[in-house]
């Protein structure tokens, strides 16, 4: 199993950046993928997130209107479309891919792809 994100770099602020994350290894129709983020000193934190299918998006608040999660599932590969980049959106992206039914749960994630937003 491989998630590999790349697309990260530095941009200015007002900037924007698109993040992959190329899947191998498993069914990736059948995963819900998400991009989260760790800032230094802080915690991981879920960013944006879509269904299987592509037919359903939540982001958390402070990216809502400046982030687009999506997926090409014919690629198994996710995006993250990000506009209007604040500095304090600087941070560490890593993708995830999580699966459950019933008992059978599992979770991958890439290695990261750093981003940041400075001037």
């Known amino acids: 199993v491989q998630l590999v994100e790349s697309g990260g770099g530095l941009v200015q602020p007002g900037g924007s950046l698109r993040l992959s994350c190329a899947a191998s290894?498993?069914?990736?129709?059948?995963?819900?993928m998400s991009w989260y983020r760790q800032a230094p000193g802080k915690e991981r934190d879920l960013v944006a997130g879509?269904?299987?299918?592509?037919?359903?998006?939540d982001y958390t608040d402070s990216v809502k209107g400046r982030f687009t999660i999506s997926r090409d599932n014919a690629k198994n590969t996710v995006y993250l479309q990000m506009n209007s980049l604040k500095p304090e959106d600087t941070a560490v992206y890593y993708c995830?891919?999580?699966?459950?039914?019933?008992?059978?749960?599992?979770?991958?994630w890439g290695q990261g792809t750093q981003v940041t937003v400075s001037s």
């Open positions: 995830n891919a999580a699966f459950s039914r019933g008992w059978d749960t599992r979770t991958y």
């Open positions: 290894g498993f069914t990736f129709s059948s995963y819900v």
């Open positions: 879509i269904t299987s299918g592509g037919g359903s998006t």
